[in-house]
């Protein structure tokens, strides 16, 4: 039972162009979204996370949306640049009862030079 | 500061051989975690620790048993290497910050092949 899902593989975008990702996910005790980057062979980083109590949140080129109602967030990349090639991931926790991060499958970035 | 720490980075280990991966963090976090990563499936939670002397199962705990030692370092052992457990192990700490969680910061990993 996959809480958290990214149904998209993987995404090709142009430089300088907008990249969106999108992440889904089933349990409605989810208060907390994060989204991760992961470079080949090293650990996940941190990106940028989302409260519940909020529908967006800024920092610099990244941008999360929350829909609650659609159970849907997504990651805005604006621009794009080559250094944002990489495999992003999706995370969601409840605040209530434990504090584990579930994860998505993961969404292969290429930007294209 | 080093963040989260694990060792090994390699390993192979033949089937039915034990080992125990280690894993420390300088950040005075509470949680611990360790998980997975398998092509096509993301990050998978097999234990985590809340706090320290706490563990409790995440989603694919069979075959793996943790310690949490004192409150830097949460190691995972596998008594019995099988093939379904080649995988890359990622060990993660995090903080709480009021009702809402922190952030997890994870470490290199361990690409542990079984054969």
């Known amino acids: 039972d996959q809480q958290v899902k990214q149904n998209s593989p993987s995404l090709s975008v142009q430089e300088g162009r907008i990249s969106i990702l999108n992440c889904d996910y089933t349990?409605?005790?989810?208060?907390?979204f994060l989204w991760y980057k992961k470079y080949p062979a090293e650990g996940p980083t941190f990106l940028i996370s989302i409260s519940s109590i909020k529908d967006k949140n800024e920092d610099g080129r990244f941008t999360v949306f929350l829909n609650k109602s659609a159970k849907h967030l997504s990651l805005h990349i604006v621009p794009s640049q080559p250094g944002d090639s990489a495999v992003y991931f999706c995370?969601?926790?409840?605040?209530?009862?434990?504090?584990?991060?579930?994860f998505g499958t993961g969404t292969r970035l290429t930007i294209i030079p | 500061n080093a963040g989260v720490t694990q060792t090994p980075k390699f390993q192979v280990l033949k089937t039915g051989q034990s080992m125990t991966l280690q894993c420390a963090q300088d950040?005075?976090?509470?949680?611990m975690y360790w998980y997975r990563q398998d092509p096509g499936m993301g990050l998978r939670l097999i234990y985590y620790s809340a706090s320290e002397g706490t563990t409790d199962k995440g989603e694919v705990p069979n075959g793996y048993n943790v310690s949490r030692l004192n409150k830097r370092e949460f190691s995972l052992r596998l008594e019995s290497a099988a093939p379904s457990q080649t995988s890359v192990y990622f060990c993660?700490?995090?903080?709480?910050?009021?009702?809402?969680?922190?952030?997890?910061?994870f470490g290199q990993g361990t690409r542990l092949t079984v054969v």
């Open positions: 995370a969601a926790s409840a605040s209530f009862g434990n504090e584990k991060l579930t």
């Open positions: 950040m005075n976090h509470n949680s």
């Open positions: 349990n409605s005790m989810f208060d907390y």
């Open positions: 993660a700490s995090s903080a709480s910050r009021g009702r809402f969680n922190t952030e997890a910061f």
